[in-house]
C-alpha cells in the first residue's frame, strides 16, 4: 500500500530531499502495518495506538477502502480483547480505556466511523469514573504519581472527556473528577510531623527502585507526564469550557505560582525546572536545586513551556502566554546538540521536541522556530534505521554491574517507539492533526 505526499500540503515549505525522505519513511511504515494487519500479527496492546496513525493517515491513502477494512480487523481484535478483559489495564488516557476512546475520536474525525462502539467506550468510563475518584480519595493521604497523572490518572481522564460531545452525564462526571483533583492539590496530610500537599509521593509509591533510593522522604513531580503540569491543564482546560468547581481556580492559579517560583533561568536565560524536587527541598523552599538541561516532551524545559503556553491560552493569560513563548524561542536558537537527546521517540527524543515546536509554529510566525523545525526533522531523519523492526529504535541506557550501557530498542508505540514518530513526520504535511491533544499541546 502506498501513499502520496505530493497531493498534500506541504506548508513548511520543506525541500524535495527531505519530503522524499518522509514519503520513504512513512510509505515503508504503513507497508509493514498493512502486512502485520493481514497476517494477524499485530501487537495487541498498540491496537488502538494504530488506530491513530491510520486515521492520521487517511488522507493521504490512495486506497481508503482498503484502510477502512484495516481498522475494521483493528476493530474486531480490540473488541475481542475487551470482552475477554485481555491487555486493557485501567482507565487511563495512555493504555487505558480513555487512551482507547481518544483513539477513536481522532479516527471517527477523520473517518465518520465507529461512532456506535466509540459511544459505548465513553458508557463504560462514565460508569467507572466515580469509582475510580472514591478509591483516590480513600488514598489521599498516600498518593500515587498514577493516581492523578495524565498518563493512567484523573487529568488524562478529564482531558480525554472534554474532546467528548458535551452532555449533562459528561459534565457531571466531569465535576466529580475536579473535585477530586482540586481536593489533591489543594489538601494537606501530616507526615513526619507536619502538614504536606497531598500530591507529595512517598517513597515506598515512587516506581523505580532508583527513586526509592534517591528520594526517600518522597518527591514532588513537575513533569508533564507525570507531574503537577497536568493537574494544571486538567483544571485549566475544564475552566475554559465553563465546567468549574468550588476551588478550581484558586488551584489553577496556585499551579503557576509553584512553576513561577521553581522555574529558575540557566546561563542562556533559559528558564528549567526540577523534575523530581526532594521533600526536603520542598518544606525548605530550595528553588536553587539541580535542574536538568534535557529538552524533552516528558520532564524538559520544553515540554513544561509547552504546556504553560497551552495553559495560557486556555485561561487567556497573556503574562503566561508571553513568558512560555520566550522560554521556547530561546530554546529554539539553541543548537540542538545541547537538548541532551539520543533517542528520535516522542517521550524524552526529538520527536517530542519537534511536536512541541510545530504546534507553537501554528500560532507564531517566529524564523528562530521554524529552523529549528527544518533542523530537527532532519536529525529525526537521520536517525531512520531501514534494517530495524520498524524504523526506528530508541535508545535507553541499561545499569549494567553498575555501569550504565546504551541499549538500541525496536519499539512501535505512540510514546516510546515508532508510531509516534510517524504521526509527527505526518503533521509536518498537515496542519490540521489531532494526535497532539495527547500529547496536552492544544
Not at 520542598?282 to 535542574?291: G, P
Not at 516528558?298 to 491560552?313: D, E, F, H, R, V
Not at 507553537?360 to 531512520?384: C, G, P
Request: a negative charge; proline letters at 1%; glycine letters at 8%.
Amino acid at each position: 500500500m502506498s501513499i502520496d505526499l505530493y497531493m498534500n500540503d506541504n506548508y513548511l515549505n520543506l525541500n524535495n530531499e527531505l519530503v522524499e525522505k518522509i514519503n520513504i519513511i512513512l510509505s515503508r511504515y504503513f507497508h509493514d502495518l498493512n502486512d502485520c494487519i493481514e497476517r494477524k500479527e499485530i501487537n495487541r496492546s498498540l491496537y488502538s495506538e494504530y488506530l491513530m496513525a491510520i486515521g492520521e493517515g487517511y488522507n493521504f491513502f490512495n486506497n481508503k477502502n482498503d484502510w477502512l477494512e484495516n481498522s475494521y480487523k483493528i476493530m474486531e481484535c480490540l473488541k475481542e480483547d475487551m470482552e475477554q478483559s485481555r491487555t486493557i489495564i485501567g482507565m487511563g488516557l495512555f493504555g487505558g480505556l480513555c487512551g482507547i476512546g481518544f483513539s477513536l475520536t481522532l479516527f471517527n474525525k477523520k473517518t465518520g466511523c465507529y461512532s456506535r462502539f466509540l459511544s459505548s467506550i465513553n458508557r463504560m468510563i462514565y460508569h467507572n469514573t466515580r469509582i475510580c475518584c472514591d478509591s483516590i480519595r480513600e488514598n489521599i493521604n498516600s498518593m500515587k504519581a498514577s493516581y492523578y497523572d495524565v498518563i493512567s490518572g484523573l487529568s488524562g481522564i478529564v482531558l480525554y472527556l472534554l474532546e467528548c460531545e458535551s452532555s449533562e452525564e459528561r459534565d457531571e462526571i466531569l465535576k466529580v473528577l475536579l473535585e477530586c483533583i482540586v481536593q489533591i492539590f489543594n489538601g494537606k496530610h501530616e507526615y513526619k510531623g507536619g502538614q504536606i500537599p497531598n500530591w507529595h509521593i512517598e517513597s515506598k509509591n515512587l516506581v523505580r527502585e532508583d527513586e526509592k533510593t534517591t528520594f526517600p522522604n518522597g518527591n514532588f513531580n513537575f513533569g508533564v507526564a507525570h507531574g503537577l503540569i497536568g493537574m494544571g491543564i486538567a483544571l485549566s482546560k475544564a475552566y475554559s469550557k465553563n465546567i468549574i468547581v468550588d476551588g478550581q481556580a484558586e488551584a489553577i492559579k496556585r499551579i503557576l505560582d509553584i512553576y513561577a517560583k521553581y522555574g529558575t533561568p540557566n546561563a542562556e536565560g533559559i528558564y528549567l525546572w526540577p523534575g523530581q524536587l526532594k521533600y526536603e527541598d520542598f518544606i525548605s523552599d530550595n528553588v536553587h536545586v539541580y535542574k536538568s538541561n534535557r529538552q524533552s516532551w516528558c520532564y524538559g524545559a520544553i515540554g513544561i513551556s509547552g504546556a504553560l503556553y497551552t495553559i495560557s491560552k486556555m485561561i487567556n493569560d497573556n503574562n503566561i502566554c508571553s513568558f512560555a513563548l520566550d522560554n521556547i524561542r530561546r530554546i529554539a536558537r539553541l543548537d540542538e546538540s545541547s537538548y541532551r537527546l539520543n533517542s528520535p521517540i516522542l517521550c524524552h527524543g526529538y520527536a517530542g521536541a519537534l511536536a512541541i515546536f510545530l504546534n507553537i509554529y501554528k500560532d507564531v510566525d517566529d524564523t528562530a522556530i521554524y529552523n529549528r523545525i527544518v533542523k530537527l526533522t532532519d536529525v529525526l531523519l537521520s536517525m531512520y534505521i531501514p534494517n530495524s523492526e520498524f524504523g526506528f529504535r530508541d535508545i535507553i541506557y541499561e545499569d549494567i554491574e553498575n555501569s550504565f550501557k546504551t541499549k538500541h530498542v525496536d519499539k512501535n508505540s505512540f510514546l516510546e517507539g515508532t508510531t509516534g514518530i510517524i504521526l509527527v513526520l505526518i503533521s509536518l504535511f498537515k496542519k490540521d492533526t489531532y494526535f497532539q491533544k495527547h500529547l496536552l499541546l492544544e
